[in-house]
Structures are given as C-alpha cells and as structure tokens.
C-alpha cells in the first residue's frame, strides 16, 4: 500500500552495503520551481545547515533569474547545484525534436555552471534519451508514487546504474523514495509527519536509501501568517530533527553528487 511498495525493498544483486557499514543513506534534494522558492533557499539552507544536514537545489535556468552569487554561496556552504528541467513546461519528452532542443540548452547550463546532476520537471522521464545529457546522475524517478502524471515507478529504494546501448557511458539513478512535501501537505492536507516517518522507518529496515524531494515553493516560513498552498516549514524541520535524534551515527549522508560518485566507484567500476 503507497508509499510502501514492498517488492521495491529487494536488495540489488551484488549489494554489499553502505559506506562505514552505515544502515541506509540519506539524501536531501530541492527542487525550485518558482522566483518565490528561490527567494527562499537562503532561509531552507539556514535551517538544514542549523540541524548538520546539506542538499542539493534544483535550479530551472529559464523560467527565473538565479543570480550566479546564490549558487557560488550555496558551493561554499557545502550544499549542491543541479538543473531541473530548461524551463518546467513539462514538455521535455513530448518528442523527441523538442527533447533535442531542450537537452542541447541544459547541457549548455550544466558545463556553464559546473553540475552534474538534473531532475526533470513533474518527473517526467525517458531514462534512454536521458543518456544523451551531460550528468553524472539523475532523480527524475521514484519508488511509487501513483500520484506523479508518469506514475509508473522503478520499483527500488536502492540507487542503479543506467547504461547506454553498447555499455560505454551512462549515469546513476537515484529515485526520491518519500513522499513528495506536495503530495502529503498541499494535495492531501496533512497534519504531520507520520507518513514520512513510516516510510523512513522502513527504509531503514531494508537499508535502502532515503531520498527526499521538497519544495521551498511550498514552504511557509512565517509561522504567524496562513497561506493557502503553502505548509509550515517546522514540517521538515521536525524531519529532519526526528532523523538526528533517532538515527544518529546510524545513516549515509551524502549529496547526490557524492553517493552517485561513490556507487560508480563501488559498483560499476
């Protein structure tokens, strides 16, 4: 029953496990959909960087401006850049001439800005043609989450590896496998966290990786103001809080740059 698929609790063949025999890994990944989000990483970042925790922003080049400073700061702080898409129309797929198009101007923006990780917008996803960006990963995918507009999923809580036809290159894909803020808190209306915190638990039972995906889009970091759309920020704060002081010592934590880095090296070298 969603958001537990329990067949995607399998092991890989060959696992043998996380770094320093850690239980599970955890990754925190953003994706910027708006100005307005963007306007609120600096506060996202605070929080994390408070609470000992990095991620990784997902920037959409072309639909705002993202002043090359943000990105610089967010380097500097130990936090990770990657694209999300040309411009979240949520056409990148719809063929193949626009996929060209759209895929030339991302590669542009990857090399500009020194990234090698994307997501496409609504996680639409064609993990073939995806061979033809310049990334080192991708997140464009889930666990289940029959909620998504391509709501078929990869069916692992584990990272894979993705080759091209005749096995010279390819990528790793890294599913998100908790529920979107989103889903549990603008489409559902969720009170708490508790869903999040029973895929957790059992994510960690199965030693898989915990790849969350929100949104400062839909933050609301004025605790004494109401927004419709929006959701308390202290939602993931208290995630994350729950996370430092139940699993303490006992989890992966790695940007999506560094776990992809250090699964290539483990696993497919």
Same mark, same amino acid.
């Given at each position: 029953?969603?958001?537990?698929?329990?067949?995607?609790?399998?092991?890989?063949?060959?696992?043998?496990?996380?770094?320093?025999?850690?239980?599970?890994? +955890?990754?925190?990944?953003?994706?910027?959909?708006?100005?307005?989000?963007?306007?609120?990483?600096?506060?996202?970042?605070?929080?994390?960087?408070?609470?000992?925790?990095?991620?990784?922003?997902?920037?959409?080049?072309?639909?705002?401006?993202?002043?090359?400073?943000?990105?610089?700061?967010?380097?500097?702080?130990?936090?990770?850049?990657?694209?999300?898409?040309?411009?979240?129309?949520?056409?990148?797929?719809?063929?193949?001439?626009?996929?060209?198009?759209?895929?030339?101007?991302?590669?542009?923006?990857?090399?500009?800005?020194?990234?090698?990780?994307?997501?496409?917008?609504?996680?639409?996803?064609? +993990?073939?043609?995806?061979?033809? +960006?310049?990334?080192?990963?991708?997140?464009?995918?889930?666990?289940?989450?029959?909620?998504?507009?391509?709501?078929?999923?990869?069916?692992?809580?584990?990272?894979?590896?993705?080759?091209?036809?005749?096995?010279?290159?390819?990528?790793?894909?890294?599913?998100?496998?908790?529920?979107?803020?989103?889903?549990?808190?603008? +489409?559902?209306?969720?009170?708490?966290?508790?869903?999040?915190?029973?895929?957790?638990?059992?994510?960690?039972?199965?030693?898989?990786?915990?790849?969350?995906?929100?949104?400062?889009?839909?933050?609301?970091?004025?605790?004494?103001?109401?927004?419709?759309?929006?959701?308390?920020?202290?939602?993931?704060?208290?995630?994350?809080?729950?996370?430092?002081?139940?699993?303490?010592?006992?989890?992966?934590?790695?940007?999506?740059?560094?776990?992809?880095?250090?699964?290539?090296?483990?696993?497919?070298?």
């Amino acid at each position: 029953m969603w958001p537990i698929d329990e067949n995607a609790g399998k092991l890989p063949e060959g696992w043998r496990g996380w770094p320093d025999n850690k239980s599970f890994a +955890l990754v925190l990944t953003h994706d910027v959909d708006t100005g307005k989000g963007m306007e609120r990483c600096a506060s996202l970042m605070d929080i994390e960087m408070g609470l000992g925790f990095r991620s990784s922003f997902n920037f959409v080049p072309e639909r705002y401006n993202i002043p090359p400073q943000l990105r610089r700061m967010m380097e500097k702080c130990g936090f990770e850049v990657g694209i999300h898409g040309l411009n979240h129309d949520g056409n990148m797929f719809r063929s193949r001439a626009i996929f060209e198009y759209q895929s030339f101007h991302i590669n542009r923006y990857l090399k500009d800005w020194g990234v090698v990780g994307f997501r496409a917008p609504l996680m639409y996803h064609h +993990l073939e043609w995806i061979q033809e +960006l310049d990334i080192e990963y991708d997140t464009s995918t889930f666990d289940t989450d029959p909620f998504e507009p391509q709501p078929y999923g990869v069916g692992t809580i584990f990272p894979f590896w993705v080759s091209d036809n005749n096995g010279n290159k390819g990528y790793v894909e890294l599913p998100y496998t908790l529920p979107q803020d989103f889903t549990l808190f603008v +489409l559902m209306r969720e009170k708490n966290i508790d869903i999040w915190k029973k895929k957790l638990d059992w994510i960690v039972d199965k030693g898989g990786m915990v790849l969350m995906n929100t949104h400062p889009d839909y933050m609301n970091f004025d605790e004494g103001k109401s927004n419709i759309g929006l959701y308390p920020v202290k939602m993931y704060s208290e995630f994350l809080e729950h996370i430092r002081y139940h699993f303490d010592g006992k989890y992966f934590h790695a940007l999506p740059r560094d776990l992809s880095s250090w699964f290539v090296k483990k696993y497919v070298i």
